[in-house]
């Protein structure tokens, strides 16, 4: 089993994906830098924890996208 995600981090994550939606995707570095962009103020566990949600998401999409 995987580590769980507080829904406070998941909620944060999801707006960063509905309003940056040309800046996210499915690459974890780029959607780390998109997160850091925004200059808020996250600590460096929740900038990854959030970038890996989004990596995760983003995935997910695409996947049911292509069945």
Do not use: Q
């Not at 829904?7 to 690459?27: A, F, N, Q, R």
């Not at 850091?36 to 566990?45: D, V």
Request: aromatic share 4%; charged share 35%; proline share 3%.
């Amino acid at each position: 089993m995987g580590n769980s995600m507080l829904k406070p981090l998941k909620t944060k994550s999801e707006h960063i994906i509905t309003s940056c939606k040309d800046k996210v995707g499915d690459s974890f570095d780029k959607n780390k830098k998109a997160i850091k962009g925004l200059n808020l103020p996250f600590s460096k566990k929740s900038t990854n924890k959030m970038a890996g949600y989004i990596t995760r998401m983003e995935k997910r999409k695409k996947k049911e996208k292509g069945n």
